[in-house]
C-alpha cells in the first residue's frame, strides 16, 4: 500500500501569506495526486488534479507541483476564505489514500 | 449539474447492518467509477471503496474487506454500500463520489452512519 505522508498537520498564518503543504508518497505515483480542501461540516471539494491542474473554477492563488514522491500546494496569498482542512489523495494504486490532513487556521 | 446524493444512514448497534444508497444525476453514470469514502469524527478522509462503470473491478479497504459490499444498478443511476458487522469504528459520515481525471472530483453532501449499543 502507498502511504502519503502530509506535512504539517497544523499551521497559523494571516491573511496575504504564502503558505505551503506538502505530501510525500512512500512510492512513486507519478503525478496521480489531487488536492483537496474541506471546509467544517462539508463535502471535500478538489482544489487540482494530477498534481499541478487547477479545477475549473478554483482561484489561481492555488497551485501545485510535484512529481513521483514529493508534491507540494501552495496558496500564493491566504485568504479569509481559505481557512480549512486540506488533504492530498493517491490515485495510483488501490487502495487509494489520503494524507492525514493539513487544518489551517487564522493566525 | 452533477448531482449525489446519498440516503440510508442512522443509528444501528453493533454486529448490525445498513445500506447506503447514492442517487446520481446530471451525468451518464454507467460511464464512471464510484468511490464510497468515510469520515469518522473529528477525523480525516479515509476511502472505503470503488467500483467501475460496468462493476467488473471492484475494491476494498483493508478495514472493511468481507464486511462491506460496494454494487451499482445504471439502469437506476444508483450506487450501493452494504454494511454488515458493523463495528463502533465504522461510525463515521459516508461520502459518494465520482472519479473524473482522479479518483473523486464530484462528492455527495454526506451520509451520517452511528453504530453504537
Known amino acids: 500500500d502507498i502511504q502519503m505522508t502530509q506535512s504539517p498537520s497544523s499551521l497559523s498564518a494571516s491573511v496575504g501569506d504564502r503558505v505551503t503543504i506538502t505530501c510525500r508518497a512512500s512510492?512513486?505515483?507519478?503525478?496521480?495526486l489531487g488536492w483537496y480542501q474541506q471546509k467544517p461540516g462539508k463535502a471535500p471539494k478538489r482544489l487540482l488534479f494530477?498534481?499541478?491542474n487547477l479545477q475549473s473554477g478554483v482561484p489561481s492563488r492555488f497551485s501545485g507541483s510535484g512529481s513521483g514522491t514529493d508534491f507540494t500546494l501552495t496558496i500564493s496569498s491566504l485568504q479569509p476564505e481559505d481557512f480549512a482542512t486540506y488533504y492530498c489523495?493517491?490515485?495510483?494504486?488501490?487502495?487509494?489514500?489520503f494524507g492525514q490532513g493539513t487544518k489551517v487556521e487564522i493566525k | 449539474e452533477v448531482r449525489l446524493v446519498e440516503s440510508g444512514g442512522g443509528l444501528v448497534k453493533p454486529g448490525g447492518s445498513l445500506r447506503l444508497s447514492c442517487a446520481a444525476s446530471?451525468?451518464?453514470?454507467?460511464?464512471?467509477?464510484m468511490n464510497w469514502v468515510r469520515q469518522a469524527p473529528g477525523k480525516g478522509l479515509e476511502w472505503v471503496s470503488s467500483?467501475?462503470?460496468?462493476?467488473?473491478?471492484?475494491y476494498y479497504a483493508d478495514s472493511v474487506k468481507g464486511r462491506f459490499t460496494i454494487s451499482r444498478d445504471n439502469a437506476k443511476n444508483s450506487l450501493y454500500l452494504q454494511m454488515n458487522s458493523l463495528r463502533a469504528e465504522d461510525t463515521a459520515v459516508y461520502y459518494c463520489?465520482?472519479?473524473?481525471?482522479?479518483?473523486?472530483?464530484?462528492w455527495g453532501q454526506g451520509n451520517l452512519v452511528t453504530v453504537s449499543s
Open positions: 494530477d498534481a499541478s
Open positions: 446530471g451525468f451518464t453514470f454507467s460511464s464512471y467509477t
Open positions: 512510492q512513486g505515483i507519478r503525478n496521480d
Open positions: 489523495l493517491q490515485h495510483n494504486s488501490y487502495p487509494l489514500t
Open positions: 467500483i467501475s462503470s460496468s462493476s467488473a473491478y471492484i
Open positions: 463520489a465520482r472519479e473524473s481525471l482522479g479518483a473523486a472530483q464530484y
